[in-house]
């Protein structure tokens, strides 16, 4: 009995065992570049143009980390509680790879749970509602191709499988490495590298140690802003999250936003630039939506929209940029945002505005969490950003700004914290400690 269940779970690992060779590869098209309408009219509403496309990661630093890294054939992680927004799911799933790699064990891809997006008046089967909406694959936000070649080039010794069942073993446990770490300061833990250690005693003292020809299976639980993502050096920490680059379509979404953006308002621009200068102020407005990340936080200021808004028109007067992009799931506060903007001079766009036809269907054919990430590289892009400290959303597109923008350190002042190529509202001194926490 028990072999036959050893059979059928290492012949599933076995099965699902990522195929490097049937992947295919040939086709990471060169960067293009897209000088705006006043250049090339055709370049418009070419849909092979991809701004936020770049190449697997080839990192010698985690290349140094993975071959320092003592690999154990036994040993299998999954990766399957990624919960909430982009900011939570893209540092959980990091934060797994993160782990898996210090442990020397495997890694089956990651999924990623839906939200209930009931709220928000979207029609649901009755089995979503029965049984609330239930996981997806690392696709449904990711190119997981990237995601492979990525680790295959970087990290070659680390193990990918495709798929695992919710097998029943008693060799299986789910665990949140954080667990076994005390006193961990805002900043993250203190030493990191005792993972593998204090893993191995947690496996002695939890897991049977037999059936021993049976794979340890640990399911690991939602990682947020614990791991410090600089232990490893700063170049590691600046290279590691671009394991993770948006799904194919998100990407063109947010690139053909832009390019109507161009059009629309007649700014030329060059895509293939970190930063665009001149362009246009992004904002993420976050307000009483009903997934507010952290609602116990919806006491703080600017988490609603009267302060929000007033500090993002003033800070785009102070800037003397005359057009606002807004990111927001919220349509009706975006055009209640137009309205006051427009009493200042000021024009107010968002994704909604600019896409239209195909490009409109597309989007509209996108889960919520989904099209926030067209905002989010939209975001990445602005001449200026503003946004809120209580979001990791906000902290997300700051911190691969601040990477792109070539800044020096951010400077918080009274709860305004800003880099000189972004604005984050509502921000304490504990915020900066944990964003030590986040890859950017
Ligand atoms: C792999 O890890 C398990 C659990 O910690 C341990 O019992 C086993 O000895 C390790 N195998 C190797 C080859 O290190
Ligand atoms: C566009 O930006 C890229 C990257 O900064 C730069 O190499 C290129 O020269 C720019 N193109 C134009 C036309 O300015």
């Not at 020397?104 to 997006?117: C, H, K, Q, S």
């Not at 001149?278 to 939506?289: C, E, K, R, V």
């Not at 024009?347 to 036809?357: P, S």
């Not at 792109?404 to 190529?421: P, Q, T």
Request: glycine fraction near 8%; hydrophobic fraction near 35%; charged fraction near 25%.
């Amino acid at each position: 009995m028990v072999s036959r269940r050893y059979a059928v779970v290492v012949g599933g690992v076995l099965a699902s065992i990522w195929l490097w060779l049937a992947f295919d590869r040939e086709s990471i098209p060169a960067r293009r570049i897209w000088y705006g309408p006043s250049n090339s009219k055709a370049g418009l509403i070419s849909p092979s143009i991809d701004a936020f496309d770049f190449p697997p990661v080839d990192s010698e630093e985690m290349r140094a980390v993975c071959s320092s890294t003592k690999w154990n054939q036994s040993l299998v992680f999954t990766c399957d509680n990624n919960h909430g927004g982009i900011g939570h799911v893209r540092n959980s799933i990091l934060n797994c790879v993160r782990y898996a790699i210090g442990a020397g064990g495997a890694l089956v891809l990651p999924n990623i749970a839906l939200r209930d997006e009931d709220d928000l008046g979207h029609d649901h089967g009755h089995a979503e509602k029965r049984h609330g909406p239930g996981r997806n694959g690392m696709e449904y936000m990711f190119d997981v191709n990237h995601f492979t070649d990525s680790l295959r080039v970087s990290c070659p010794d680390l193990l990918l499988i495709r798929h695992m069942e919710q097998t029943d073993s008693s060799r299986r446990r789910g665990l949140l490495p954080e667990h076994l770490f005390t006193n961990i300061p805002t900043s993250g833990l203190e030493h990191p590298e005792e993972w593998p250690i204090k893993l191995e005693a947690w496996i002695e003292e939890y897991m049977p140690s037999y059936p021993e020809k049976e794979p340890i299976i640990i399911d690991l639980e939602q990682s947020f802003l614990h791991y410090p993502a600089h232990s490893d050096g700063h170049k590691f920490a600046h290279t590691f999250g671009n394991i993770l680059k948006f799904r194919p379509d998100v990407r063109r979404l947010a690139t053909t936003t832009l390019n109507k953006l161009s059009e629309w308002y007649d700014i030329p621009l060059n895509v293939s630039e970190p930063i665009m200068k001149p362009s246009f102020m992004g904002a993420h407005l976050q307000t009483d939506n009903p997934f507010l990340e952290e609602r116990h936080n919806s006491g703080v200021a600017y988490a609603h929209f009267p302060s929000q808004t007033a500090a993002y028109i003033e800070q785009a007067i102070s800037a003397k940029i005359p057009l606002i992009y807004v990111a927001s799931g919220n349509l009706p506060e975006i055009h209640k945002f137009g309205l006051q903007a427009t009493a200042s001079k000021m024009a107010i766009t968002h994704k909604e505005d600019l896409l239209k036809d195909k490009d409109m269907d597309a989007l509209e054919r996108l889960r919520w969490d989904q099209r926030a990430l067209v905002d989010y590289l939209v975001l990445l892009k602005a001449q200026d950003f503003a946004g809120v400290g209580h979001s990791s959303f906000s902290w997300q597109v700051v911190m691969t700004r601040h990477e792109g923008g070539d800044k020096g350190k951010g400077v918080l002042e009274s709860d305004v914290w800003s880099d000189g190529l972004s604005t984050l509202y509502g921000v304490r001194s504990s915020y900066i400690e944990s964003s030590e926490c986040m890859w950017s």
